[in-house]
């Protein structure tokens, strides 16, 4: 057996003991702390070939975030994590109306916008890009602190091929007030052309933490 019928099973009796271990912790902070932290590299410390197509290597659109670590998903330093607001949000900048958000959600925003019939999407649509996951599909990404306060990271970039990735701020200051930061990416293609998708990374380091994620670019006329 290969697949996902191998990879359910693992993954979910990972996530029960991250659980465990976090009972606070959001299904988004569990998915973030398994994706950002996962190897993207075999046993022997090689690169991953995709399944049965002779010796092209794998990519994230093969593997996702990588194989799990589940020792490193316990520590995973940052997460990038989303509540309900953050769902709502996105279900408003899909062009749900407020009839519809009710009906697929029994959750009630009370906020200035609210009124008796519940969610109220905000004035300015949301776009549909800004959804807090790991991946570099957000333009705009929040980021909380599991780990030491008092924490400063670096960004570490890995660009995708005939690519500029430019990010800001560079390093995040963590401490007993600032648990949540931002940060924004900007992908420049420096290729006239079309192209396949290409790969590379973005990573926040902090010495012990190595907070990866992918980031997969194609290049449109």
Not at 5 to 27: E, F
Not at 54 to 74: E, H, L, R, S, W
């Amino acid at each position: 057996m290969s697949g996902t019928s191998m990879a359910a099973p693992h993954v979910s009796g990972i996530v029960a003991l991250l659980k465990v271990a976090h009972p606070d912790w959001s299904p988004a902070a569990i998915k973030s702390a398994l994706v950002t932290t996962a190897w993207n590299e075999d046993t022997y410390k090689s690169e991953i070939y995709s399944e049965g197509e002779g010796d092209k290597i794998a990519d994230p659109f093969d593997f996702g975030g990588g194989m799990c670590n589940p020792n490193g998903a316990t520590d995973p330093g940052l997460v990038y994590d989303m509540d309900k607001n953050d769902y709502l949000n996105y279900l408003c900048s899909l062009g749900y109306s407020n009839d519809k958000m009710q009906n697929a959600t029994t959750l009630f925003s009370k906020t200035k916008n609210s009124t008796s019939s519940g969610i109220i999407c905000p004035n300015k649509v949301p776009s549909r890009l800004d959804l807090n996951l790991p991946s570099i599909s957000i333009p705009n990404l929040k980021n909380s602190v599991v780990g030491n306060v008092n924490a400063i990271y670096k960004v570490v970039i890995k660009p995708p091929r005939n690519t500029v990735v430019k990010v800001s701020p560079h390093i995040l200051k963590f401490n007993s007030k600032s648990k949540k930061n931002s940060f924004e990416v900007k992908i420049t293609s420096t290729h006239q052309r079309m192209s396949k998708f290409t790969f590379g990374s973005l990573a926040w380091n902090d010495g012990k933490h190595f907070v990866r994620f992918p980031i997969a670019v194609r290049k449109q006329l």
